[in-house]
């Protein structure tokens, strides 16, 4: 068994990434270390972000960790909220209130095409890896299901039908930014396993 600490105290990030690894990855998130400081995401890019991350617990723990920053980008918005959108309606973070503000600033716009984007950093023992996965899709003015997190509710894939949040995870899995990025990061690895 190979363990690989994620730099998240998300659960929810755990599980998706948890339900993409072969059996013989496991996956220990920051709370698993008990380690319940916030990295503070001071970068203005996902990649800055996903650095940072993988770099203050490298420097904490001295082991292999990866870390991951998402953002999604609105066409019409000039890509907002970007690298902003955990905190797009500013601190504390809440989901619900980030689509509220995000839906309002669309409610009179026509073109709703939108991407979401990962960058998942994973830092070993001599440098740091980047791995990027991109979905488009189109926003929906009208939140739809109860899966997932985020901005889930409101981003239907291109060529679906259903918002990520109407997705079970396997679903998701399927089409997602973070999964995309995520395949990358275990064919790097197993080419070392």
Known sequence: ??????????SNKS?????LLPDFFHIINLSDLNYLTEIPE????????????AQTIFDTFQQPVFSDDSGLEVEVLNGAPGV??????????????NMDLLINNLKDKSNLHAR?????AYH?????HLFEGVIDGTITLQPRGQMGFGYDPIFIPKGQTKTFAEMTLEQKNMYSHRSKAFQQLISFLLKYK
């Open 15 to 19: 599980k998706e990434i948890a339900s």
């Open 116 to 120: 979401f984007r990962t960058v998942i």
């Open 1 to 10: 068994m190979t363990s690989l600490i994620f730099a998240t105290h998300n």
């Open 42 to 53: 001071t970068e203005n890019t996902l990649e800055g972000n996903a650095i940072l991350k």
């Open 84 to 97: 902003f959108s955990a905190r797009y309606a500013g601190e504390p973070r809440d989901d619900k209130k």
């Open 124 to 128: 070993d023992i001599q440098e740091i």
